[in-house]
């Protein structure tokens, strides 16, 4: 069966700008799973989505927002972007009871300029 | 609240050696623990994961990890190292309900041939 598939794999951006990154996660999965990664930071986790509900986030400033779809779909998105968002995103997909691990998309490498 | 060490940021081996990675963890209710790999430009990938059914846990690729809880450890062992295990590992702990799987800084593993 298809992967956890996320868009666009990099992204260039201007300080000040917006961006939204994509996350299709494994059919029949309905949890999806956010986290930023960053050689300083490690993996941080960012917000997680079940059934278009958040369940928990992280501890992130309000300008990292996501959402979940219908179909399982989430979108992240960061609005005025700081050069310290620099990072790699990665989308988890799992079936949501928390405990059962991740299948990981490749991630989003965001760059901001 | 959970948390997880992963002691040693780097650590070397030489090709057909045991590999040893050491995790600990602290949790207040009963963990669930996993380890993941990472290769580079990919996401994460789950090696095995502790959900209390069997302290010794086999995963893929040959590694096998074994959760003790006195210790509160879940140090991850594969006896005969390969070049293509080279990678970074992650030590990784949800709790039942808290929908969020904290990560440890990780461990990248060298192999030398």
């Known amino acids: 069966k298809a992967g956890v598939t996320q868009t666009p794999r990099y992204l260039i951006k201007t300080r000040g700008q917006q961006v939204t990154l994509s996350c299709s996660p494994i059919?029949?999965?309905?949890?999806v799973s956010w986290y930023q990664q960053t050689p300083g930071q490690g993996l941080q986790f960012l917000f997680e989505?079940?059934?278009?509900?958040?369940?928990n986030k992280g501890n992130f400033p309000g300008r990292f927002s996501g959402r979940q779809f219908s179909n399982s779909r989430s979108e992240m998105n960061v609005s005025t972007l700081e050069l310290g968002d620099s990072a790699l995103y990665l989308c988890?997909?799992?079936?949501?009871?928390?405990?059962?691990?991740?299948?990981f998309g490749s991630g989003t490498r965001l760059t901001v300029v | 609240a959970q948390s997880v060490t992963q002691l040693g940021s780097h650590v070397s081996v030489s090709e057909g050696a045991l590999v040893l990675l050491r995790c600990n963890y602290s949790?207040?209710?009963?963990?669930?623990l996993f380890w993941y790999v990472q290769y580079p430009n990919q996401g994460l990938q789950l090696l095995l994961k502790?959900?209390?059914?069997?302290?010794l846990v086999k995963g893929i690729n040959g590694f096998e990890a074994e959760f003790k809880k006195s210790e509160t450890s879940f140090h991850l062992t594969k006896p005969s190292a390969h070049m293509s295990d080279a990678a970074e590992y992650f030590c990784?702990?949800?709790?039942?309900?808290?929908?969020?799987?904290?990560f440890g800084a990780g461990t990248r593993l060298f192999v030398k041939a």
């Open positions: 988890a997909s799992s079936g949501g009871t928390g405990t059962e691990g991740y299948t």
């Open positions: 989505y079940f059934s278009e509900t958040q369940r």
């Open positions: 502790y959900t209390s059914a069997a302290t």
């Open positions: 990784a702990v949800s709790e039942t309900g808290g929908f969020k799987t904290i």
């Open positions: 949790s207040s209710v009963p963990p669930y």
């Open positions: 059919s029949g999965h309905r949890s």
